[in-house]
Every structure is written in C-alpha cells, then in structure tokens.
C-alpha cells in the first residue's frame, strides 16, 4: 500500500546466484532471433569458464561466472562474439544476448541449457 491507499500485486523473479553450481558439461546454445542453435563444451574453474562451441572449427570459448552473471567471448578471425545472460535459480538455463564486436555490429537474444 502506498500514501494514496492504492493497492495491487507485485510479481518478481529471482534469479539464480550461480555459488555452487558447476557449469562444466555439454550446453545447447540458442540464438533467439534465428533459432540457430550450437553445443557449447564447456569447464568451469573457479570463476573461469572454458570450451569450445562445436560446428565448424570447433571455435575455442573463454568466460566467467561471477554471482549469477555468464559471459562468454569466442575469436573468430577478426570478429569476436560475446554472449552475457544470467544463471537460472536451478543452475540449467542461461539467458540473455549476445553481440558481435569487430564485425558486422549484430546482436540478439540468447539461451544456453544444460544437456
């Protein structure tokens, strides 16, 4: 209730804190606007995440988890990709966006899951 005697319904969504959870495994990624979609190999180090994005060249991945913040930057040629989206409350969805830096300037929505 406010100073004006208004009431109504307040929702929320908690998002996942990311302590604890090791993202080592096999991901699905997802770009939302094309459906294309890429398995993403990936080990966890402490904060530090590394793999690679299968298809093609087997690009190489390098990241971070920091609280329930993912970010992932891949090289590829002069062109790098990075992809930043946020740890589900169960540790197996990450969502966000991604943006191509060096390169054509695109972007768009992105969700990695667990497999």
């Given amino acids: 209730m406010d100073n004006n005697n208004n009431t109504g319904t307040f929702n929320a969504l908690r998002r996942g804190t990311g302590e604890g959870v090791d993202m080592t495994g096999t991901w699905l990624s997802q ?6 979609s890429a398995t993403m190999q990936v080990t966890q180090t402490g ?12 690009q ?4 971070t988890v ?3 913040q ?4 891949m090289q590829t040629g002069g062109n790098a990709v990075t992809w930043t989206g946020y740890l589900s409350v169960d540790g197996n969805t990450v969502t966000g966006y991604w943006v191509n830096v060096g390169g054509p300037p695109t972007s768009g929505g992105w969700r990695m899951t667990r497999q």
């Fill in 47 to 58: 904060n530090a995440l590394s793999g690679t994005i299968q298809g093609g060249q087997n």
């Fill in 66 to 68: 920091t609280g329930n």
């Fill in 31 to 36: 770009d939302l606007v094309s459906s294309a």
């Fill in 70 to 73: 993912v970010t992932f930057t």
């Fill in 60 to 63: 190489p991945l390098l990241g």
